[in-house]
Antibody, heavy 119, light 112 residues
Framework: EVQLVESGGGLVKPGGSLRLSCAVS????????MTWVRQAPGKGLEWVGR??????????DYAAPVQGRFTISRDDSKSTVYLHMISLEAEDTAIYYC??????????WGQGALVTVSS | QSVLTQPPSVSGAPRQRVTISCTGS?????????VHWYRQFPGTAPKLLIY???NRPSGVPDRFSGSKSGTSASLAITGLQAEDEADYYC????????????FGTGTKVTVL
């Protein structure tokens, strides 16, 4: 059974930082491109960023609103992908979903981690 | 920000057929990139419903079908059931932005 389990969400003050983790099981993590998608309260889905598999370079791409503030990394030995967020703003308040890619779509989704940025 | 436009809501009676449109541009759907659809029930994570325009993952009933033409795509639900009430999102790839994965604005399906 495929499982993606996010952790690390919570309440953080504006300007603060947070790291989300996503532990994966049920498929070969090292082969997978992983994507983070977020959803602000009552809003639609927004692509945050993606990290390629190591064999494809292991590089990450980011959406313009988070470029320079968010960093995606992966630890294939732990089958875990991370989203490190700094300089958080109120607009970053959202549920953050970890997803596994197949081609250019998100085939598997985690349950989400809520990040609230508020003073 | 969403670059794929969907109607905010569609509704239909049980057993009817409803369609959800997804309108893009020449840098995404019109460039030939595939369209994928996700369904999201309240308080839960989205789940893949249709991939690569018209393919259903295992377990998705054939009441759901997708199509694509030009710069638009559509999701059709036939034999509408109460359990189909959910939010539906389209998604494609875009070659003009720093965000290669683009989502639709989302459509709430209501069963009357």
């Amino acid at each position: 059974e495929v499982q993606l389990v996010e952790s690390g969400g919570g309440l953080v003050k504006p300007g603060g930082s947070l790291r989300l983790s996503c532990a994966v099981s049920g498929f070969t993590f090292s082969d997978a491109w992983m994507t983070w998608v977020r959803q602000a309260p009552g809003k639609g889905l927004e692509w945050v960023g993606r990290i390629k598999s190591k064999v494809h370079g292991g590089t990450a791409d980011y959406a313009a609103p988070v470029q320079g503030r968010f960093t995606i990394s992966r630890d294939d030995s732990k089958s875990t992908v991370y989203l490190h967020m700094i300089s958080l703003e109120a607009e970053d308040t959202a549920i953050y979903y970890c997803t596994a890619n197949a081609g250019f779509y998100c085939i598997y989704w985690g349950q989400g981690a809520l990040v609230t940025v508020s003073s | 920000q969403s670059v794929l436009t969907q109607p905010p809501s569609v509704s239909g009676a049980p057993r009817q057929r409803v369609t959800i449109s997804c309108t893009g541009s020449s840098s995404n759907i019109g460039a030939g990139f595939d369209v994928h659809w996700y369904r999201q029930f309240p308080g839960t994570a989205p789940k893949l419903l249709i991939y690569e325009n018209n393919n259903r993952p295992s377990g998705v009933p054939d009441r759901f079908s997708g199509s694509k033409s030009g710069t638009s795509a559509s999701l059709a639900i036939t034999g509408l059931q109460a359990e189909d009430e959910a939010d539906y999102y389209c998604q494609s790839y875009d070659n003009s932005l720093s965000a290669p994965y683009v989502f639709g604005t989302g459509t709430k399906v209501t069963v009357l």
